[in-house]
């Protein structure tokens, strides 16, 4: 089974910007799909963007347009690159294979 490491986050204003690197322990050539979700405090845990194995992606419409998701899969690694980030923002962020595995998490705070 792959094991997820997010990484990337921190504390930035709003504004700024913060690109978050999910690193996978083998290759995800043959993942299907994978996500970026976050969960802020008191509300359940929500897609952010995917992008499938055929490249296709897909936003949540709070971030269309400000995040973008790729995937590199020589490097066995799927980015989230945050734009124009807002206090809303704020949660923790992790990374889906699958629809299965998760990863621990990474911490985004947008505050000034």
């Known amino acids: 089974q792959v094991q997820l490491v997010e990484s990337g986050g921190g504390l930035v204003q709003p504004g700024g910007s913060l690109r978050l690197s999910c690193a996978a322990s083998r290759s995800i050539f043959t993942i299907h799909f994978m996500g970026w979700y976050r969960q802020a405090p008191g509300k359940q845990r929500e897609l952010v963007a995917g992008?499938?194995?055929?490249?296709?992606?897909n936003y949540a419409d709070s971030v269309k347009g400000r995040f973008t998701i790729s995937r590199d899969n020589a490097k066995n690694t799927v980015y989230l690159q945050m734009n124009s980030l807002k206090p809303e923002d704020t949660a923790v962020y992790y990374c889906n294979a699958d629809f299965s595995t998760w990863g621990q998490g990474t911490q985004v705070t947008v505050s000034s």
């Open positions: 992008i499938t194995s055929g490249g296709s992606t």
